[in-house]
């Protein structure tokens, strides 16, 4: 027997949509303010999963200079037809505040590594957007309404209107099609046909731990939808003691071997807490049809941590990930990716042969143009280490290794230079926009050298240490609260975040000097 266990894509990969054209799987992700945007996976025994492109990977699909935190791409839809690959996604520009401003837009491939079309626009009235292909030839947009207005409620049910692909644009009225459940928050619907019925899938009860995937059917593609009698059909709310909680926001496809399959988002919370580090994440489960409805195949409508893919004789064993980029080819790994932009002119793998020079710009509060280039937190037990040369200018310029949630919550361990101390290395922890210090001017360095910096997670804790010769290491300050570095965590504050711990290096130089910093290599690995 084989078994993929959950979650299968690790780290922060919210709102999956699955895919699947003959025996290859696809998962599209949420990549919100990280640049390129949207992560596909791919898979062909729904148990290893591998991560294969970037489809927004230009400036001209996706532009995201000045997106607040947790904006940028929410929850791409994946689909296929005659041969061309769609990607629907929203670029969310503000969500701050009583207004949310939503772009929605369509890219197509013939292959799916690309290349991905110039963006179609198509709407702004909502988030979430999915294509869904008629038998009948006619395709249709389907998305979230959004409403600012405080005597409705935000999320005020899901529209419908036709695409033309002869237009490249959205044609006839939009419809209103489903307002619903009492679960409220409405969003992430994904429209299937089966046995004479459309089916709506759409993810209810918010992002957190209520959480949760509803269905409703019609005859008629304009509705009137009848609410499935069993609703939730997925969620964690009602088992606490469950290690995937969270689960919603899903989507479905037959296997080629006639089973169903649901992909969901989850979370796996940690401490006394229950904070979900690792960010929202991906799990699989079995479904089938059963009375006209969808049910998971293991009863009941909480997720399961294992699920048997019949079928497959393939090992299940969950393989620790380890990434090694030396910097010594003309592009680093595709696991590798830099906030809102391009880096560009930032970045220069021809400066210094086998070493990534990154030119130092904007501060980590910045959603602009900063000089970071990170790996998303996958397992709760990491190490990642980097070789790193610079020789700072003066106190403004700073850089090294930083343990990354959001443009106000880090921590980081850097070298820069003191009038008195000289070059020295110290640690910046910043919460919720409150930055301090705590080992204040720091560890006095030679002025010149090559230093290792290295990042250890233990769970809720994390640390940092350096050295000199890569052998010998010393723990720099105190254990850092990990837990700080998550959604939940801004939740506990009144804030409404969606993304993940990044583990990352920088260098910023906030007098415009031209600092630069040399990195040498970049370690993440599992343990």
């Known amino acids: 027997m084989a078994y993929a266990t959950n979650p299968i894509l690790t780290g922060f990969n919210p709102d999956p949509s699955i895919l699947r054209v003959d025996s290859d799987y696809y998962i599209a992700t949420s990549t919100f303010e990280w640049f390129p945007g949207v992560q596909i996976h791919h898979s062909t025994d729904l148990i290893h999963w591998e991560l294969i492109c970037h489809p927004l990977d230009r400036l001209s699909q996706l532009n995201m200079l000045g997106n607040q935190s947790s904006c940028g791409i929410w929850a791409p839809c994946l689909s296929y037809s005659k041969g061309i690959y769609y990607l629907i996604y929203t670029d969310v520009k503000s969500f701050i505040g009583m207004f949310k401003d939503t772009h929605n837009y369509l890219v197509t491939a013939s292959d799916i590594m690309g290349p991905w079309s110039e963006p179609i626009y198509l709407n702004s009235s909502g988030f979430d957007p999915s294509l869904f292909h008629d038998v009948n030839g ?32 959205l044609v006839g009225e939009s419809i209103n099609i489903f307002k619903g459940t009492q679960l409220r928050f409405t969003e992430g619907p994904h429209l299937y046909q089966h046995d004479g019925y ?61 089973k169903w399959y649901m992909v969901h988002l989850c979370g796996r919370p940690v401490g006394d807490e229950h904070m979900c580090i690792l960010g929202r994440e991906t799990a699989l489960q079995e479904v089938e049809w059963k009375d006209g409805w969808l049910r998971l195949v293991n009863g009941g409508n909480s997720p399961s941590e ?27 790994s595709i696991h590798l990716q830099s906030l809102r932009v391009p880096l560009a002119e930032r970045a220069s793998l021809t400066e210094r042969l086998g070493y990534l020079r990154l030119y130092g710009k904007e501060s980590l509060s910045s959603c602009h143009y900063q000089s970071l280039l990170a790996h998303r937190q996958q397992s709760f037990y990491v190490q990642v280490t980097t070789k790193m040369d610079f020789k700072p200018k003066s106190f403004q310029t700073m850089a090294g290794l930083v343990y990354y949630y959001d443009s106000k919550s880090y921590y980081y361990l850097y070298i820069t230079e003191d009038e008195v101390a000289g070059r020295v290395m110290s640690i910046i922890s910043c919460i919720l926009g409150k930055g301090s210090q705590p080992i204040g001017v720091g560890i006095p360095l030679q002025d010149t050298g090559e230093v290792y910096l290295r990042l250890i997670t233990e769970k809720e804790k994390a640390y940092f240490s350096y050295s000199i010769d890569n052998k010998n290491y010393s723990k720099i300050g105190k254990d850092l609260d990990a837990t700080v570095l998550s959604d939940d965590y801004y939740g506990a504050t009144g804030h409404i975040l969606f993304t993940g711990a990044f583990i990352g290096i920088c260098c910023q130089d906030l007098a415009g000097q031209g600092a630069y910093a040399d990195f040498d290599y970049f370690e993440y690995m599992e343990y």
């Open 198 to 258: 459309y089916y709506l899938l759409t993810a209810e009860g918010g992002t957190g731990y209520e959480h949760a995937v509803t269905m409703a059917r019609s005859r008629n593609i304009e509705g009137p939808y009848e609410v499935d009698p069993k609703n939730p059909i997925l969620t964690s709310y009602h088992t606490p003691d469950n290690p995937i909680q969270k689960a919603g926001h899903a989507s479905i496809t037959k296997s080629h071997n006639g």
């Open 138 to 169: 006619k395709k249709y947009l389907l998305n979230m309404l959004m409403d600012y207005r405080k005597w409705s409620t935000n999320f005020s049910g899901i529209v419908l209107q036709e695409y033309s692909e002869e237009k490249k644009a």
């Open 306 to 332: 294992k699920v048997e893919i019949v079928g497959v004789e393939a090992d299940s064993t969950v393989e620790k990930k380890y990434l090694i980029e030396n910097f010594e080819h003309h592009d680093w």
